[in-house]
């Protein structure tokens, strides 16, 4: 009888202790560590991963908590762990498949030049190094033959990066994207001639209602051989000859730079931002308009006031000037 007592008292002991290692959390480690779990990998290979790295005290201890969860599916995948867990919550962890990953926001409008920024600052990769990926057209030359760089073809969105994403690996993602959106239009039009106009309305326009107008504007500007005068090429190519330094200068309106449409007629040799897909559309179908001309309104709206005449262009400008004038006194 006492034999049997003394069983059932060390059975409970040692459930206790079992379950004592189920739920109390444990960090073997310092700082972050990270564990790559590839498809494939046995539970007991994973268990050897995260007893090695310091994540659970044993092996064991994962193997039991995976037993209670037999049912559920463990997901391949890097995971982070950068606090003391229990076996239990590892094992929920893997299961929900919360893999880490970083998330690149690229808004509409943005250039090469940004998104390296943006690369750099969630630390990815050094800006320099996405710029020089960038700079290789080759992985959209089918689609546009002419096209100088990616710019233009890094489609806006919100990605879902893994530590290990290299440039060109980003490049690929983000033209990728753009093929489907450019296949989502339909459009039978030049693509090269589109994305780089979308660009330029792109960078100029801050109410989505206006993009067709100013699409407008420019297409008319075109057919006409007159200049587009466009402040944001001039921009563009003072970032390309590395001497933008945040305004616009007499020299920069003077560059002999190609994308400078203050000195060059036509569209520049490429695009100079990346546009999203409503920017895209609104140039494959602009508005019907004989403006020639838009200048910002002083209202600080936003919006713009479209002109056919230079005489009624220049009162919307000076309308502009003295309403800029009010505001900072």
């Known amino acids: 009888m006492k034999a049997i007592r003394f069983l059932v008292l060390a059975g409970v002991l040692l459930g206790g202790f079992v379950g004592y290692r189920l739920v109390v959390p444990y960090q073997g480690f310092a700082g972050e560590i990270f564990i790559d779990v590839p498809r494939g990998t046995s539970t007991s290979g994973i268990a050897d991963l995260l007893a090695k790295a310091?994540?659970?005290?044993?092996?064991?201890?994962?193997?039991?908590?995976?037993?209670?969860?037999?049912?559920?599916?463990?997901?391949?995948?890097e995971y982070r762990f950068n606090r003391p867990a229990t076996p239990v919550e590892v094992v929920n962890r893997i299961a929900r498949g919360e893999i880490f990953y970083y998330e690149l926001v690229v808004p509409e409008g943005k250039n090469m030049f940004d998104i390296a920024a943006a690369?750099?600052?969630?630390?990815?990769?050094?800006a320099s190094r996405f710029v020089d990926a960038a700079r290789d057209p080759r992985l959209i030359h089918d689609l546009d033959p002419a096209a100088p760089t990616l710019e233009g073809y890094l489609f806006p969105d919100s990605y879902k990066l893994?530590?290990?994403?290299?440039?060109?690996?980003?490049?690929?993602?983000?033209?990728?994207?753009?093929r489907a959106a450019w296949k989502s239009?339909?459009?039978?039009?030049?693509?090269?001639?589109?994305?780089?106009?979308?660009?330029?309305?792109?960078?100029?326009?801050?109410?989505?209602?206006?993009?067709?107008?100013?699409?407008?504007?420019?297409?008319?500007?075109?057919r006409i051989g007159m200049k587009l005068d466009c402040d944001p090429t001039t921009i563009y190519a003072a970032m390309l000859d590395g001497r933008y330094r945040g305004v616009i200068h007499r020299s920069d309106l003077d560059s002999e730079n190609l994308y400078n449409t203050y000195r060059h007629p036509g569209l520049p040799p490429g695009p100079i931002a990346n546009p999203g897909l409503a920017t895209l559309r609104a140039v494959v179908t602009p508005d019907v308009s004989?403006?020639?001309?838009?200048?910002?309104?002083?209202?600080?709206?936003?919006?713009?006031e479209f002109s056919s005449s230079m005489g009624a262009h220049e009162s919307a400008v000076e309308k502009y000037r003295r309403g800029q004038h009010t505001q900072n006194r």
């Open 54 to 77: 310091g994540v659970v005290r044993g092996r064991s201890d994962f193997l039991l908590a995976r037993l209670i969860a037999q049912r559920k599916i463990l997901q391949a995948g």
């Open 162 to 178: 893994g530590r290990h994403t290299t440039p060109e690996d980003l490049c690929h993602i983000m033209t990728g994207k753009f």
């Open 290 to 304: 004989d403006a020639l001309y838009f200048v910002a309104r002083p209202d600080g709206s936003g919006a713009h």
């Open 119 to 126: 690369a750099e600052q969630l630390g990815l990769f050094p």
């Open 185 to 222: 239009l339909g459009a039978n039009g030049d693509v090269h001639r589109t994305v780089t106009l979308a660009s330029l309305v792109e960078k100029e326009s801050k109410l989505p209602a206006e993009r067709p107008k100013i699409a407008a504007v420019f297409e008319n500007r075109l």
